[in-house]
């Protein structure tokens, strides 16, 4: 098993994938990729192939992971705990849209790309340099943040046990 494992997700599998990015883990996805497609980038880049399918479970030369919730929360807690990656964890550190490492900025230089009241109450902004989107940590951070914590505290709990 690679030291950091990173994946690639099936089309049904869309709102994990964005789970799986904002932990800080390698995922790509497309909501259009055929599964020949899926099994060649598996293939090819290393990359464990998560899907709800069965059919990918006897395709030689990959890892796979079948997805057995149809919850995306569930589904990350079945991939976290599956591999006990909770010291894997690096949150808000991708762009959740494209999958690149993102790019701490300072106010002045994302200024003009910013809303007002984003720009008035906001200090600290990361920034894409492939699809060019912003974060910062607003009250959508505070939400995710608690998520992230609720999956460390929840796998350590499962792996004393």
Same mark, same amino acid.
């Given at each position: 098993? *690679?030291?950091?494992? !990173?994946? /690639?997700?099936?089309?049904? +599998?869309?709102?994990?994938? !964005? +789970? +799986? ?7 790509? @996805?497309? #909501? #259009? ?5 899926? @099994? ?6 290393? &990359? /464990?192939?998560?899907? %709800? ?6 395709? *030689? ?11 995306? !929360? ?6 976290? =705990?599956?591999?006990?990656?909770? #010291?894997?964890? %690096?949150?808000?550190? &991708? /762009? $959740? @849209? /494209?999958?690149?490492? $993102?790019?701490?900025?300072? %106010? ?5 790309? $910013?809303? *007002? ?11 894409? *340099? ?12 505070? &939400? ?7 999956? %460390?505290? #929840?796998?350590? =709990?499962?792996?004393? =046990?």
């Amino acid at each position: 098993m *690679p030291e950091t494992l !990173r994946f /690639c997700a099936d089309v049904h +599998l869309g709102k994990l994938a !964005r +789970l +799986l990015r904002m932990l800080g883990f390698d995922t790509v @996805y497309k #909501n #259009n990729f055929t599964k020949e497609e899926l @099994y060649e980038i598996a293939h090819k880049e290393h &990359r /464990c192939l998560l899907s %709800k399918a069965s059919c990918f479970l006897k395709l *030689p030369g990959i890892i796979f992971y079948q997805i057995k919730s149809a919850d995306s !929360r569930e589904q990350l807690k079945e991939v976290i =705990n599956y591999w006990h990656f909770t #010291n894997s964890i %690096k949150a808000f550190t &991708r /762009c $959740l @849209y /494209c999958n690149e490492i $993102l790019k701490r900025k300072v %106010k002045d230089e994302v200024a003009d790309l $910013l809303l *007002p009241e984003t720009k008035k109450h906001f200090s600290e902004f990361w920034k894409c *340099p492939c699809c060019n989107k912003i974060y910062w940590k607003g009250s959508h951070y505070d &939400r995710m943040l608690k998520l992230v914590e609720k999956l %460390k505290t #929840n796998s350590q =709990n499962q792996m004393k =046990n």
